[in-house]
C-alpha cells in the first residue's frame, strides 16, 4: 500500500476537506501515515487568507522538497485555497509534482498516477455542483468525540478584502438529508458533537425535488433532532443573514450550542462599506441584543481586521469602542493583508503603514484580552455541562490527581481532575476560578 502523508492549513473547511481526501485516497488504496520519512505521497491542504499563511506554506514546500530529492518516487502535492490561487506557478517552482483545488479532489488518484509516471498533474477547476455529499469523511485524526461536517462550499458574498470566493468558487448547498444521515453516523460512532461548516451558513438553502426548501434553522433542527446526546454547533455565522429563526431553533433545543460566532471585521461604517460588508454597526449590534434576548448564556466570539484601507485613528476607535461594548469571550484578530485579485486590492491603495496596522491590531488584542478574562470570570461559581473530549493537556494537576479537559455549551473550554470519567461522557462541573482562555473548575458528583 503507498502511503500518504498530509499538513493541513487554514480554517475548519479544510480541517474537513482533508478527510474527504482521506476517504478518497483510502479507496485506491492508499494508506494514511503521520510520519513524513515514511510517505511515498505528500500533500499539504493549503490556505491563501493572508500573506503570512501562504509565505509559511512556501517555507514548507522546501522542506518537503529535501524528501523529494533524496527519495526517488515520493511526490509532493499542494491541495487547497492556494493551489487554486496560484495554480501551475506552484508547478513552475519545480519543488512540488501536484496542484488540486478544492473541487478537484475527486481527480486525485489520477493525478497522483499521472505525477509518479514523471508528468506534472494539475486540476483547479472549480465546481458549480460539488459538495462531496456522498463521500464518507475518514476521520481518523480526530478526537473521537467532535465531528466537523460540512453543509456548502464556496461564497456567494465579495466581501473586498477576502480572498475565499475566488478560491472555493460559488456557493452551493449540500443535500439535507446527507447532512441528516452524516450526522446519525457520526453519532452511532461514538461522536458527541457535531460542527456545521460553510462560509456563510445562514444562506444555506436546499431544495429538494419536490421544492420544498430546506433552510439553515431547520436544517440545525433536524440535526438536533437525531439525538438530544448529541451536541450540534456551527460556523461561520454572517451578521447580515442570522435569523431570528435560528435562534428560536437555538432556544428551543438544549442540545444545540450556546456559542455564535459573528465575525464583525470593524466597529466603523464606513469601513465596512469599503469592505462590502452588508451591514451596519447599528445591525450588528442589534443583532447582539437579539442573540442575548432571545438565547440567554450564549458566549459570541468575532473576528477583526485592523488597518484595512484608509482607516482612520477613528475608525479604529470605532472598532475599539464596539469591542467594549460588545464584550466577545474571544476573537481572533488579524491586520489587513492584501490579497492578489479581491476588490480591495484592485480599488483601493493599502495605505496604512504597517507599523500602524501593528499597533492598532495590538491595542484590539490587549482590549480583548481584558474583555475575554472578564467573560471568563463571569463564569467562575456557575454549573455547566461539560462534554469530555480527553486528558488535558497537562495530563494532570499539580497534585498529581488525572486531569480531563472539555468544552460547555458556550464552547469555554473547562479544565477539572477527574479518574472516573471518559472521553465522549458528561459531566456537571463547577467552575472556581479561571485563566482568559479556560475555566478552571472541580467535578460535581452526580
Ligand atoms: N466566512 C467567514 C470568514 C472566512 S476568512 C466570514 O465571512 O466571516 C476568516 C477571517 O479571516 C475573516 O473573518 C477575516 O477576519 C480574516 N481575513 C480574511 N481576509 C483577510 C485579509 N485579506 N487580511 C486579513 N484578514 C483577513
Ligand atoms: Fe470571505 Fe466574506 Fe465570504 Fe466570509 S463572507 S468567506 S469574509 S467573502
Ligand atoms: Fe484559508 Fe481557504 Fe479556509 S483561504 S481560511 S483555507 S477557505
Known sequence: MRKVYIETYGCQMNVSDTEVVFSILAAHGYEKTDDINRADVILANTCSVRDNAEQRILGRIEQFNL???????????????????MKEELLATLKVDIVAGPDSYRSLPQLIDRALSG????????SRTETYHDIRPLRSSANGVSAFISIMRGCNNVCSYCVVP??????????ARSIVREACECFENGFREVTLLGQNVDSYRWTSADGSTVSFAALVQMVAQVSPLLRVRF?????QDISDELLAVMAAHSNV???????VQSGSNRILEKMRRRYTREWYLDRVRAIRTMVPGCSLTTDVIAGF?????????????LFDEVGFDTAFMFYYSERPG????????DDVPLDVKIRRLEEIISLQNRKSLEAYKADVGKRFEVLVEGPSKKGQSASGVPQLCGRASNNKMCVWEDASHKSGDYV???VVSCTQATLLCRLVQD
Open 67 to 85: 524528501q523529494r530529492k533524496s527519495r526517488p518516487g515520493v511526490v509532493v502535492g499542494i491541495l487547497g485555497c492556494m493551489a487554486e490561487r
Open 428 to 430: 456537571t462541573v463547577e
Open 235 to 239: 460556523s461561520t455565522s454572517n451578521p
Open 119 to 126: 508528468a506534472p498533474a494539475i486540476n483547479t477547476e472549480l
Open 309 to 321: 484601507c484608509s482607516e482612520t485613528e477613528e475608525d479604529h476607535r470605532q472598532t475599539l469602542s
Open 342 to 349: 479581491t476588490l480591495a486590492a484592485k480599488k483601493y491603495p
Open 257 to 263: 450550542c450556546r456559542h455564535i460566532h459573528l465575525p
Open 166 to 175: 475566488y478560491t472555493r468558487g460559488v456557493e452551493r448547498s449540500r443535500p
